[in-house]
């Protein structure tokens, strides 16, 4: 089989730089998916799309990306991503309220609409919530959640109407090379010709970097996410909730239920197979999160816990995505996306994209997440310093 490019990898990212490609013009996309379509760490995303950034490149990519979102339906033919507009709130204590403000003001300096509330403000906005301890928050109106697989599915099928061929159970095995320039992929079924190759492949993207002798720094490891039962009388849509003091993130789900996960860098230190891994979740592990959830949301003391899973994220040092040209010529990156994968997947396709059809552009914030920036002793820091995840 021949192809002008290749991109490894089914989740969103993967699909939505092949849709971004084709609408770019590029022809013959061809995406390869060791399983199918979402199987990896999309399928177990929590799905938030929030818009709390602490660094300008990552405000301007979240907002684009909700604006696609809000869009999706139009801009895919008639496909749903399911996005529900809840609402984000945000509180923190004396220890992160200056970083906070900081990156509220950034926030709204880049357009994304945004306020500080005070503690009265939040218990207002959500009245289960405990305050107490909080001195500050903020508010986006806009934000919510999606469906992960739905958007992975519908950018698959946008992109295939733009003639993108996504083939499936079909694992790559090695990155073909001609001198210092990629030939294409050698896959379970057979070889596929290409000078362009995409490395999306998430949490296996530092085993298709070394296939092209690529180093990666890349860390996978579990990421619990736990379901609790609202009471009965406490059954009621909700705003996405993330607490900086308990260090969890909450949204609605479906079936009374509230999705509860972990803001904790320790996390990285489960290391995880994404071939073979614990996905269910412990029992202390889940006591965790219910003790956590109980302390923000009091009336959850009553409540009961529902199910749990575990996924993974692909981890850089700093929990920013690299978004690159690197290794032989030909050869592109968008992996090490930390937990920012979801959310930000309609941003990271148009700029890959841009990046394979145009080339690298002065100013342009795919820049700010090159691979060498880790050689350069330059990883990305924004107001939180190294706070995961903003």
Same mark, same amino acid.
């Given at each position: ?20 490609? *084709? ?5 013959? !996309? ?16 929590? $799905? ?31 496909? @749903? ?40 403000? #939040?218990?207002? =906005? ?27 599915? %519908?950018?698959?099928? $946008? ?13 790559? =095995? ?10 294409? !992929? ?7 010709? $290409? ?29 619990? /996410? ?7 009388? $406490? ?22 239920? /509230?999705?509860? %996960? ?18 269910? !979740? *412990? ?99 924004? @107001?939180?310093?190294?706070? #995961?995840?903003?």
């Amino acid at each position: 089989m021949k192809a002008n490019i290749v991109v490894i990898g089914g989740g969103v990212s993967g699909v939505s730089i092949a849709y971004h490609l *084709a609408k770019r013009g590029a022809r013959d !996309v061809v995406l390869v998916e060791k399983n199918f379509l979402a199987s990896g760490a999309t399928g177990k995303s929590s $799905a938030c799309v929030r818009q709390h950034y602490s660094t300008p490149e990552g405000c301007r990519m979240v907002l684009k990306s909700l604006r696609f979102f809000e869009r999706f339906e139009e801009l895919t033919g008639g496909r @749903t991503a399911s996005f529900v507009r809840t609402g984000y709130l945000l509180g923190v204590d004396d220890r992160l309220r200056r970083e906070m403000e900081a990156a509220v003001a950034l926030q709204q300096s880049q357009g994304i609409n945004v306020r500080l509330v005070s503690p009265t403000e #939040l218990g207002e =906005l959500e009245p289960r919530l405990s305050t107490e301890d909080l001195v500050a928050g903020c508010y986006e109106p806009d934000s919510g959640y999606a469906d992960p697989s739905q958007t992975t599915q %519908g950018f698959a099928g $946008a992109a295939r109407d733009l003639g993108v061929r996504i083939t499936e159970q079909t694992e790559v =095995l090695g990155v073909l090379t001609c001198g210092d320039r990629v030939a294409g !992929v050698k896959t379970s079924k057979g070889e596929i010709d $290409a000078p362009i190759v995409v490395n999306a492949a998430g949490t296996w993207g530092d085993r298709i970097g070394r296939m092209a002798g690529l180093e990666i720094p890349i860390t996978v490891c579990r990421h619990k /996410i736990n379901f609790i039962a609202w009471p009965e009388d $406490a059954r009621r849509p909700h705003p996405l909730v993330y607490d900086f003091v308990t260090n969890i993130y909450t949204r609605p789900e479906t079936g009374g239920l /509230i999705l509860v %996960g972990l803001l904790d860098s320790e996390e990285v230190n489960d290391r995880a197979d994404p071939d073979g891994y614990q996905e269910g !979740v *412990a029992f202390d592990e889940t006591l965790d999160a219910l003790s956590r959830a109980a302390r923000r949301f009091p009336v959850l003391e009553r409540g009961s816990v529902a199910k749990g899973y575990a996924g993974c994220f692909d981890v850089t040092p700093d929990w920013h995505p690299i978004l690159d040209k690197a290794g032989p010529e030909g050869f592109y990156v968008a992996v090490g996306f930390s937990g920012h994968g979801f959310k930000l997947s309609p941003a990271v396709g148009e700029m890959m994209a841009e990046l394979i059809t145009e080339g690298p552009r002065h100013g342009s914030d795919v820049s700010a997440f090159r691979l060498s920036r880790f050689a350069e002793g330059k990883p990305i820091r924004g @107001t939180y310093g190294n706070w #995961l995840m903003c």
